[in-house]
Structures are given as C-alpha cells and as structure tokens.
C-alpha cells in the first residue's frame, strides 16, 4: 500500500455545533482522552453566532483528526447531521452532541463489541445531568440497558418496546450506525423538531438484523433548565409526538408483532404525551384559554389512535399515570384540565421536583 494513502478511521464523531461554546471543549476533550484512538472528529459550524466554531477550529489546527465543516446559513440540527454524514470517511458514525460529554472508554467498548458481533448498530445507556438556571449539576440520572448481541431481527424486534420504554430507542446519540448501510438506504435526518432522532431511527432499524446492546452508561447527557429543547415551547409538541406513536405502531405491524401487550405500553407511552400536552396548553404562548382548551381535549378523546391504544394502556408504576388514564378512559375532560393545570404549576414554580418526579426519582 502505498505510504501516502490516508487509512480511513473506525469511527466517524458527527458534532453539530451551534450555541454550544460553554461546551464543546468538554466534548472534544473527552473524545481526544478516548483509550481508542481510530477516529474522526467532523465538527459541523451550522453558521453559530457565538465562538462554537473557533473553539472547533483551535482543536483541529492541533489534531488532524478533527475537521470544522462551516455552513454558509443556518439550517438546523438534522441538516448539520446530514452534511456530517456526507463528509464521514468511517466504518461507523456517532452523532455526539456538542454539549454532552463521553466516558474516557466508550469508543473501546463499541469496538470491541463490533468484534465480537459486527452488528449494524451498537446502542448503550447514559447518564442525565440535570442543570438548574445557573448551570450547576444538581442530580443524576442512569439509564442502563441489558446486555445482548443480536444476529437476527426475529431476536431484536420484541426488545424495541422494551428501549423506547426506557428511553433509549429514540435517541442518535446513544447509538453508532453503519455508514455504509445508512448510504446503502439512502437515508437522511428530516428536518424537523422533537422527533427527527425517532423518526430517522423508525426508518434504520426497520430492516436490520444484527445489534449490540451494551450495559454501560458512559454517555453524558446534559438537561438543562435554561437551554434543553424540551423546556422550550414547542407549538406542535402534541401534534409530533403522536405522530412519533403512530410511527412506532406502524412499524411493529409491519413486524407482524404489535400485540396487546405493545399495544397496552404504547397507550401509556401516548397517555403521558397526552398528560404533557394538558400541562403544556396552559402556557400563555399556546393562546388557548379554558374554552379553548377543553375543545382540544374532547378532540383528542374523539382521535383514533386514542380509541385504539388508551383503552388497553396500563399504568405500573405512575400514581399521576393511573389516575390519568382514568380520567381518559371516562373521557372526564374537565377533571383532565384540572389535572394538566396542576402539573403546569408545579413544572413551572418546582422544575427540579418535576424533573426529579418525571425522571423516575
């Protein structure tokens, strides 16, 4: 071979960047201190305002390994990724977030998975930090699978209810993809708020056989009380998350699996978006007053994916679920206004006990 030939690396590290400079360097740091040391870093400046891109550039000026792809506008997230994934040279690509951080060994352990199964994707758990206003880490969350190597997809499909119930199918940044299957199926991240990890993931895993799952937690995701998406107001917050259950739907009846038993956690999976969206109707920035906002809960009520899935959902563990799910049940609107009007004053005077009480704690 010849010496001059520049050998592509394992892994390809997708970094969108923008507005994250009081982070990147940990990120970038935490990648440079990997015991693996075959990758890519592809930092992608999606035209940020702030320093997030010289930060960038100063690392790779220093590391050949690292390279600052600069967009002349500003497109987004999944843009960002898409443009990464174009530009990646490796055997496998992680979208890292800038403003997260990884275990000094994560690389070590996906490789040596990769070894022992060559799987089409390697998924593993986390860790969420939970900052308040100020920054300061206030508690800790982990998240951590079973382990399991799978060669067949009749094996991994049961276990897919099992992820997205722990929150751990949906996401792309707990997850290293092979590149050349994601160009094989041509496919691309949709630009679109809240459930573009979910829906890019529908797409990837729909046909596949052979997946890692590791029982570690080395990924570091940063919730953030003053910059996290999910603690803005989105307008269509309900509208995408059914559309992310009816994704999920679709996709175990295409696997000929969506039994009751899926049936019955979807229905809670929906119930919460539902409990979520009651609370989140009473902000000011939804322009809906109590009329209003009785209107779209009979809506809902009236909904199909409703009817399918919240009669058989079950509750285990969630005393607010339980009752919920009553009250959707006997479609007792005014009772469910009341409910999401209680959950909206504790989230917006308490937000570390809500975050506490919605994460488990």
């Known amino acids: 071979m010849d010496k001059t030939e520049v050998k592509s690396p394992f892994f390809t590290i997708v970094m969108p960047a923008y507005g994250v ?3 990147i360097d940990r990120a970038i740091t935490s990648i440079q201190e990997q015991t693996f040391g075959d990758w890519e870093i592809l930092v992608v400046d999606d035209c940020t305002k702030d320093k997030s891109g010289e930060i960038a550039e ?13 967009h002349e506008v500003n497109q987004g ?7 990464g994934t174009q530009a990646a040279s490796g ?7 800038p403003d997260d951080y990884a275990d000094a060994d994560l690389l070590e352990q996906v490789y040596a998975s990769i070894e022992r199964n060559p799987a089409q994707a390697v998924l593993f758990g986390h860790v969420e930090e939970y900052y308040d206003k100020k920054g300061v880490l206030q508690y800790t969350h982990s998240i951590c699978p079973s382990e399991h190597y799978y060669k067949t997809a009749a094996e991994f499909r049961p276990r897919v209810i ?3 119930q722990q929150t751990l199918y949906g996401y792309a940044w707990n997850k290293f993809y092979l590149l050349d299957y994601i160009r094989e199926m041509k496919l691309e991240f949709e630009n679109i708020k809240l459930i573009e990890d979910i829906t890019f993931n529908v797409k990837y895993f729909m046909d596949v056989e052979t997946v890692n799952i590791l029982p570690v937690t080395p990924y570091h995701y940063g919730k953030r009380m003053e910059a996290n998406l ?7 917050y309900f509208k995408l998350h059914r559309q992310r259950i009816e994704m999920l739907f679709d996709q175990f009846s295409y696997w000929e699996i969506c039994t009751e ?8 999976l929906y119930a919460r978006y539902i409990l979520s969206a009651l609370e989140r109707n009473c902000d000011k920035r939804s322009g809906m007053n109590h009329a209003l906002r009785y209107k779209w809960c009979r809506a809902v009520f009236a909904q199909g994916l409703f009817n399918e899935l919240i009669p058989v959902a079950r509750a285990k563990k969630s005393l607010a679920l339980r009752i919920a799910l009553v009250l959707f049940r006997y479609r007792r ?9 209680g959950i909206y004053i504790v989230r917006k005077f308490l937000p570390m006990v809500y975050s506490r009480v919605k994460s488990g704690r």
């Open 261 to 268: 038993e899926i049936r019955s956690i979807l229905g809670s």
């Open 91 to 97: 055997k496998y690509i992680w979208y890292m977030d």
């Open 58 to 70: 100063r690392y790779a000026s220093e590391d050949s390994r690292i390279r600052v792809i600069h």
């Open 333 to 341: 609107a005014m009772l469910c206004l009341m409910m999401g009007r």
């Open 230 to 236: 999910t603690n803005k107001f989105v307008p269509d």
């Open 77 to 83: 997230l999944s843009p960002a990724r898409n443009t």
């Open 21 to 23: 400079e009081k982070y």
């Open 162 to 164: 099992e992820l997205e």
